[in-house]
């Protein structure tokens, strides 16, 4: 087993996300999980991501708040204890448009190793 205090979560800076602090929960770690690591995001009002998309999925839950997903001319506000996954080269763009912080869970896998 391996446990990791969420006072010892280091901080990342995610490509094209504004207005967002995110913690390395588990991932990237010798004796963590192998397959992929969870990153908590916290969105400030008016705080958000893309339009991106990366070539594996990605799971988002939203802990508290709500944050709103676009991907194929679709737009969906998920609130808490929402989930979506997005697929590998899905564009998607997320927004707190919410006047409250917004904090989610992201599962995301490792990126294939270049050789």
Avoid at 17 to 45: D, T
């Amino acid at each position: 087993m391996h446990v990791k205090r969420f006072d010892d979560a280091e901080p990342y800076e995610a490509p094209n996300h504004h207005g967002v602090v995110g913690l390395r929960l588990q991932g990237f770690e010798s004796s963590g999980p192998q397959n992929q690591w969870i990153g908590l995001s916290q969105f400030l009002p008016g705080g958000g991501a893309g339009p991106d998309s990366t070539p594996f999925e990605k799971v988002y839950v939203v802990l508290e708040g709500e944050m709103t997903v676009m991907a194929d001319g679709t737009e969906t506000v998920l609130k808490k204890y929402d989930s979506c996954t997005i697929a590998p080269d899905e564009v998607r763009t997320i927004e707190n448009r919410s006047n409250h912080t917004s904090t989610m869970l992201v599962v995301i896998p490792y990126p294939p190793e270049v050789n």
